[in-house]
Structure formats: structure tokens, C-alpha cells
């Protein structure tokens, strides 16, 4: 079964300065994986994904993430904090549900972002 | 885009009781999904309904704790039956965003707390 891992529990970051998210990564096949925010008492809001092609992708906010296949990783990353982007994050990989045969999403523990002013 | 509506957004019940969660979505999609949060935890997958057949539940779920209904392509329940303090987390509803990428929307969440 595929899974992801989010090593820190809670990430604390100044507002102006960059940020990471880590999430690391176990798949047999090619990995399709995902950034999910959720904001307090909202559900969640995809912010990228990484299919193929270029290892850095792209999303929603000016957030970025950068896939390693060496590493096995798929780290989220923007260059600038902003208090806003104080947040619950969750890394996520598609799989198929073993008594499903759906596609499904399988998510880390999840990444409290803390952004001080 | 798809907006997810879901009733309630929180609610209290007690143990040995049965609640059941709406979740309306704003356009026609096969597949609902519904998820668990319990507290601390990452997100599971315990169903997959599509309209006009039984959910099917993942590992560790049975239908007979959450029984959930698909009458049509824009609504479903789960309803979470003989509740215990266990049972005390954020179900979400969830739907594809596009056909086999694995993205999802999701529902806002609700906050089940059992005393």
C-alpha cells in the first residue's frame, strides 16, 4: 500500500521568511501526490499535485513543492510566510482501496503551520 | 469547482445513539467519498458510495456501524449508529476533482463529539 510520513507534528516559521513542509513518500509505481490545506473549521482545499514532468510544482497561495525521487520526497515550500498561511497541512498519495478497487487518498498525520508577525 | 454542503457542522450525542450526516453537493458526481479525522490523526477513508449501489467500505469499517445512502448524484448520508466516545471526530464528505487524477473537494467537516 502506498503511504506518506510528515515528520514534524508542528512547524513554526516568521512571517517574510521562507518555509518547508516536509512529507516523504512510499509507493511501488509511479507516485501521484497531493498538498491538501485545512483552514480552521473548513474542510479541506487541494493546493498541487505532482503527477509527472517537472519536479517543482506549482499551486494555489504561491506555494510551490518539489518532488525527489532519490530522496522519496515531496517537500511544500514558499519562499515568504505570510500569518495567513497558518494552517493544518496535509501531505496525501493516490491509491486504490484494497477492497474498493477505487482510487482513494491515503494522508499523512498532517503539519500545523504556525506564521508569527 | 464543486461546493459541499454538510449538516451538521457539530453536534453532541450521546453513547448508544445514532446521528446521520447530509452532505449536498451543487452538481452531479458517481462517486462520494466519506472520510474520518479523529483527533490528532490524519485523514481515513471509510466509504466509497456511488449512486444506485451499496457503499463500499474500506478496511475496518462495516456498514453495520456507518450505514451510508446515495438516492442520487448529488446527495449522501453516513450515519454514524450506536455511538461511543470513540466515535468522537470530523467526518468529511468528498468527491473527485476530475476523472483519475485523485484530487478531491471536500465538505467543511463535522465535528461529532459523544459523552
Known amino acids: 500500500a502506498q503511504s506518506v510520513a510528515q515528520p514534524e507534528d508542528q512547524v513554526n516559521v516568521a512571517e517574510g521568511n521562507p518555509l518547508t513542509v516536509k512529507c516523504t513518500y512510499s509507493?511501488?509505481?509511479?507516485?501521484?501526490l497531493f498538498w491538501y490545506v485545512q483552514y480552521p473549521n473548513r474542510g479541506l482545499q487541494f493546493l498541487l499535485k505532482?503527477?509527472?514532468?517537472?519536479?517543482l510544482v506549482k499551486g494555489s497561495y504561491g506555494f510551490e513543492a518539489e518532488f525527489n525521487k532519490s530522496q522519496t520526497s515531496f517537500h511544500l515550500k514558499k519562499p515568504s510566510a505570510l500569518v495567513s498561511d497558518s494552517a493544518l497541512y496535509f501531505c496525501?498519495?493516490?491509491?486504490?482501496?484494497?477492497?474498493?478497487?477505487?482510487?482513494?487518498?491515503?494522508f499523512g498525520t498532517g503539519t500545523r503551520l504556525l506564521v508569527s508577525p | 469547482s464543486a461546493v459541499i454542503s454538510q449538516k451538521p457542522s457539530r453536534d453532541i450525542c450521546q453513547r448508544g445513539t445514532s446521528l446521520t450526516i447530509q452532505c449536498q453537493v451543487d452538481?452531479?458526481?458517481?462517486?462520494m467519498f466519506w472520510y474520518r479525522q479523529q483527533p490528532g490523526q490524519s485523514l481515513t477513508l471509510i466509504a466509497t458510495?456511488?449512486?444506485?449501489?451499496?457503499?463500499?467500505?474500506e478496511s475496518g469499517f462495516v456498514i453495520d456501524k456507518f450505514p451510508i445512502s446515495r438516492p442520487n448524484l448529488t446527495f449522501s448520508t453516513l450515519t454514524v449508529s450506536n455511538m461511543s466516545p470513540e466515535d468522537s471526530s470530523i467526518y468529511l464528505c468528498?468527491?473527485?476533482?476530475?476523472?483519475?487524477?485523485?484530487?478531491?473537494?471536500f465538505g467543511q467537516g463535522t465535528r461529532l463529539t459523544v459523552v
Open positions: 458510495a456511488n449512486q444506485g449501489s451499496e457503499a463500499t467500505y
Open positions: 509507493v511501488s509505481g509511479n507516485p501521484y
Open positions: 505532482y503527477i509527472t514532468g517537472d519536479n
Open positions: 468528498s468527491v473527485p476533482r476530475g476523472a483519475g487524477s485523485g484530487e478531491a473537494f
Open positions: 452538481s452531479q458526481v458517481t462517486m
Open positions: 496525501a498519495v493516490r491509491d486504490m482501496g484494497m477492497n474498493t478497487g477505487f482510487q482513494k487518498l491515503v
